[in-house]
């Protein structure tokens, strides 16, 4: 199974914030009518999409943080000590759990490894919310419609936020851009420990999956916009897409190493600006 380290969680988490579709948040919250609301993070990481959802939903909620990774999980409790002292809100620790509070909502959050590429060892309670964040485009066409099933016979609202959609902008331009992009792309849809990613096709695959199943799917761009002073970041995905282009095409490696070291000073410069395609999705029964 892919595994991702903190560093790069980390790195993105802000510009995962400011990106997801505000819109699709709106609509959430008009949707959701009960309390309290019982909150399924599936490949949690350090518990991102906790920080920025509980916010947005308001209310009180059971949070259940899963993933496979154990070191990622360890690290929640302390981003989520932090995040909670930033915010002056009473946090408390015991084992796995976690509890929030502040003078009107209360959060408690429940910390689980388990392996994600077997789902049907997980329990989704009646009527929750089923989440997730950059999950859809590492995922099989089998692995989505067995997850379909089990929100629907759950009753599950569901929230896929951030899902890669094979879209990359680079500025300034390159002639081996649209050559890397591609090598990208095919890099994504190889096996990220659940069968055949769907990688950038996931988001279209997904409206049709759960519509079959009897969801009202809506989805909104929710893109990367990375600028200037996004060196960190930039030099990460450079770094990591890099690899992957090698992986596909070995024997043009000198070629795409060029182009990397060509992409890396654009950067130090304060020249480079991306865009990454992104998409947010929210169903409900």
Not at 207 to 212: D, G, R
Request: aromatic letters at 8%.
């Amino acid at each position: 199974m892919t595994k991702f380290s903190s560093n790069w969680l980390q790195e993105r988490e802000p510009i995962d914030n400011r990106s997801r579709s505000g819109k699709i948040i709106q609509n959430l919250s008009q949707i959701l009518n009960h309390q309290p609301l019982k909150i399924i993070d599936l490949a949690t990481g350090t518990g991102a999409n906790l920080r920025y959802l509980c916010d947005q939903i308001k209310g009180h909620q059971i949070w259940t943080l899963i993933d496979h990774d154990e070191a990622l999980l360890k690290e929640i409790p302390s981003k989520t000590q932090q995040w909670a002292i930033n915010k002056n809100v009473f946090i408390e620790e015991k084992n796995n759990e976690i509890k929030i509070k502040n003078n009107e909502h209360e959060y408690q959050i429940n910390i689980e490894q388990q392996d994600l590429s077997d789902l049907k060892r997980i329990y989704f309670p009646k009527k929750s919310l089923i989440t997730s964040s950059a999950l859809l485009d590492l995922v099989s066409f089998d692995w989505l419609k067995t997850l379909a099933m089990k929100c629907s016979n759950s009753e599950s609202i569901i929230l896929f936020s951030l899902n890669y959609d094979g879209y990359i902008d680079f500025k300034p331009y390159e002639p081996e851009d649209e050559y890397v992009r591609a090598l990208i792309n095919k890099h994504q849809t190889t096996n990220k420990g659940f069968g055949k990613a769907m990688g950038p096709n996931a988001c279209h695959q997904a409206i049709q999956i759960f519509k079959k199943a009897g969801y009202n799917v809506q989805s909104s761009r929710s893109d990367w916009k990375i600028y200037q002073n996004d060196k960190n970041l930039q030099k990460l995905l450079i770094d990591t897409w890099l690899k992957a282009a090698i992986e596909i095409a070995p024997n043009e490696m000198e070629k795409l190493q060029d182009w990397g070291k060509r992409r890396l000073s654009h950067i130090v410069l304060e020249h480079s600006k991306l865009t990454v395609g992104h998409i947010d999705l929210l169903g409900w029964l």
